[in-house]
């Protein structure tokens, strides 16, 4: 790209163009000049600012992901790679049993981590987000009480609430039975029905206060001029926030939408704690992170593994992910080319 | 006027009740980090009867919590400097030069954002055995490093790009190299761009769990949540010592948390927000 | 990088010119409950054998083979390696990460029975991979003081043991601790209760040579008798962990315990006053001896690509020898799988009386080969049955389906 004298570039005012050089190797010599130009210097320290960063995100994020989906399409034995053999891969993970049902019932899964998750997470943070806006006595404390557990690892949430809601001695089903609900006492996280919505239920607690903020932030940024013109007009306070305030929330809200799909599909850590990597009992807590975990990692009871099952895992949840955030951050732009 | 008076104790009510969902089950594994396991079946609300702090003593040298403590440290800043570092050059390049391919590079920066690193954990995975850098922390911190590039591109480039457009001129013509232009002018009017930038990073590679998961097993290595989960593992029987490993786990981010609470939320936030 | 520093630092250290570094050997297991143990053999071990330094190191059991494997194939791991036996040990025997040993280098090996020595050999190449450590039976673990309490004595039918379990529950007893939520936990509870009923032995060869499948009606019904204890499990019993589990039984809230030999050590341990014995699962008529499930639980191995093998292999051999075999038995009340260890611990002669009549158990010992596993299978498919949201005959269709994938006799059927 640059010149490639290494002087100093940018330094001292510009240098005259030097004549091309003459002599017997005048014929392989390349016309350039004797010092760097300005643009030459310039280009030169682009290189050296983009060039690290481009190196390192290139080699550590696009070149796995590139690579993921190239895997897809060999044969593995153990970490070995063997021929090319196609889609065999995918026909695999469709067709045999039980591939194809545990593929279809931990998307199933996904999806519905992702509809629960919008119900009692997202649609919660929107109310809360609302209430703190009107700048309640002490809403500054509840700001910060309501993200503290985003802070928390994962580790110490899935812990500390697979204790709680253990069946015989945890708190949860104490409690209600010192309520005297006794009867709605289960084995939240061992009953196949329960199970996923219990956990689902656990991560929005911990998760909560991330929309919340981002909503309340969005809340924040509607221009008092609009909403005093509502009111002046004589709105009510609930048809100024419907149809003033949300309409400006827009951008907020898929940005929350598309990062809650983002997360619900790549959901690991949570169900890998709690249930453990079988994603039970009865694969009911299975979900495609975990899927694809074991197939790469070794099962359970054998570390057994299929790398190319689980790499065309893979390439399914890339192509459901890019494919829906395209999507979403194309939908965003439109929204905010309109209300601007 | 009269319709806002009447929700206002119904709000506070809402938001009372969903600080106790909050706060309740971290006080009550506080608490149950000083009870005796039998303690903790028998009266899980109470006040514990004596404050047994030595399960946390236990916990601190049963399961080598200072040495995960301190893997965790330097891991985190490494892959933060890494970030900053790398991620300022760039978004200094991106936001101030004019040049063919500009707007494609700072594409495929934030193509990074929406793209799950996890799906490529095998190729990854190999790719670090083929560098011999698997068990070692820097497999940890040149990933960490890539999948912070794009957060810190798209912060600091807008930074950038926002600041006065003659500045550079004007230096340049006193006859600064490029370098210290960049270095005593730019960047420390975007200061508060970079702790936004390190803040929205910080959380999630100190809590993270997957990549130390998958690169690294020797015990010496391993970062507080994976450390954690070994640890809890071999005491799953012994709940006292559970709830103050889990106690100990949190109290550190919990601690800078309320500390800091500001800057956090506006850090953490600020992949959701623009600026 | 790394390398260089450390090699800087042992040339500055004057001591190191005079005295050779420990060499330092990893063991990693999954024998988290048992680490007090290996830790004081490894003492007596260390003390034959200054200059060598080994650190127990055990994981979860359920993360054992998912985290071993992952290290192996990045080139990592332990020196000495706790492995399994049969499958569990063929995956990574044949995918060379074990060192194989043979008489020469381990000639305590000769001594041991072939029964043991099976379960160390890769099924592909017949060489020996490691030196088996213990054999495991499951058994029926009761509360001593419970069954006195309620006036019940060990049970010599399956119709005794369900009138047991009744006059416990009604005394207000859980009478079986175990939980379905851990898929293994229910396999262990099928190999307690379903070999008197399919046969044992008998049937065992029946499968593996490929002359019926899982779906033959001796095997579902078998299974289907594990639905006959639900009743008297844990109301709760579909969340119960094996944490919780063994929380019930050593608190005393329950009164019976089925799981494997392995457990002896660890509930004395974990409760002295607790006064238990065990009893092998009755049998559908009373007077025949029961059967019980048994198998080599592991083996002892060497990374192939351990910087140490003198070292390692000192300590294997340390593993094997009589000395060793008798302080694990006597610390773990464990059966080693080394000949001629003398069992003095009471409960673990009862249960090497009751492994004269033992059959292999099913799924660890005839099909971990290749995935999907018949333990994996049957683990998620009988919590299903146990969930009430499959029959036993499902169960067994599930099993077979899902083996057909590499057990060729299964296919079609």
Known sequence: MPGSNRSAAGSGPRRAEAPPPSGALTRFARPRSRGLTRRGSQRLWLVIFLAPATALFALFTTYPIVSALVYSLYRWEGIGRRELVGLENFVRLFTTFPYSQLLLNAFWHNVVVFVVTMLAQNAVALGLALLLARGPWGAKVYRVIFFLPVTLSLIIVGFLWALFLNPVFGIVNQLLATLGLAALARPWLGDTHTALVTLTLVNAWRWLGFPTIVFLAGINAVPDEYLEAARLDGATEWQVTRHVVFPLLASAVTIIVLLTFIGSFNWFELPYIVQGVSGGPNRSTDVLGLFFYRMAFGEVDTGLQDIGVGSAIAVLMFILLVTVSVFAAGWLRRREVELA | MTKRTLWMPLGQLVLALNSVVVLVPLLIMVLSAFKNTREIFQNPFGLPVVWRWENFTRVWVEAKFALYFRNSVVITLASIVVILVLGAMAGYALGRFRFGGNDLLYLYFLSGLMLPLRLGIIPLFILMRNLRLLDTPWALILTYAASGLPSAVFILTGFFRALPSDLDSAARIDGASEWLIYRRVMLPLVRPALIIVAVYNLIPIWNDFFFPLVFIHSDRLKTVPLGMTAFFGQYYTDWATLFAGLTLAALPVVALYVLLSQHFIRGLTAGALKG | MGLVVCLCVATLDPGAVTAQPPVKLTFWSWRVEDKWAYDKMI???????????????????????????????????????????????????????????????????????????????????????????????????????????????????????????????????????????????????????????????????????????????????????????????????????????????????????????????????????????????????????????????????????????????????????????????????????????????????????????????????????????????????????????????????????????????????
Request: a neutral charge.
């Open chain 3, 43 to 413: 003492q007596v071990f260390e003390q034959r054998n200054p200059g060598i330094q080994v650190e127990f190191v055990p994981f979860k059991q359920t993360e054992y083979n998912t985290i071993l494997s992952s290290a192996l194939t990045g080139g990592k791991g332990p020196d000495i390696i706790h492995l399994r036996a049969y499958g569990g040990l063929e995956t990574f025997s044949a995918a060379g990460f074990v060192a194989p040993l043979d008489f020469d280098t381990v000639p305590e090996l000769k001594t041991f029975s072939r029964q043991m020595l099976d379960g160390a050999r890769g099924r592909k190449d017949g060489k020996l991979y490691g030196v088996p450590f213990a054999s495991q039976t499951i058994v029926v673990y009761y509360n001593k003081k419970i069954f006195a309490q309620a006036g019940v004595s060990i049970p010599k039918s399956w119709d005794e043991f369900l009138s047991v379990c009744k006059t416990l529950k009604d005394k207000g007893v859980v009478p079986i601790a175990n939980g379905a939520k851990e898929g293994w936990t229910l396999e262990l509870m099928a190999g307690a209760v379903a070999p008197n009923f399919y046969g044992g032995t008998v049937f065992y060869d029946a499968v593996t040579s490929g002359h019926t499948s899982f779906k033959d009606p001796t095997y579902t019904n078998a299974l289907a008798r594990m639905l006959d204890l639900r009743p008297y499990m844990h109301p709760n019993f579909m969340g119960v962990d094996y944490a919780t589990m063994q929380q019930l039984f050593l608190n005393e809230q329950a009164a019976m315990f089925m799981g494997g030999s392995w457990e002896i050590g660890f509930f004395k341990a974990q409760n002295k006053a607790l006064d238990f014995d065990v009893f092998a699962t009755p049998p559908l008529r009373g007077g025949q001896v029961p059967w019980v499930s048994s198998f080599n639980d592991g083996n002892y191995g060497i990374n192939a690509r351990t910087p140490s093998l003198d070292a390692a292999l000192k300590f294997i051999r340390f593993t094997a020898t009589r000395e060793f075999g008798q302080m694990f038995t006597d610390m773990l009340a464990q059966t080693s799988a080394v000949p001629g260890v003398v069992i003095t611990d009471p409960i673990l002669k009862h249960v090497q009386e009751m492994n004269r009549k033992a059959t292999p158990y099913m799924m660890l010992v005839g099909f971990r080969w290749q995935a999907p596993t018949g333990s994996t299978l049957l683990q998620s498919a009988l919590q299903g049955m146990m969930a009430g949201q499959e029959t036993p005959e499902q169960v067994g269709d599930e099993v077979t389906r899902g083996l057909s994938a590499w057990f060729e006799p299964f296919r079609g059927r």
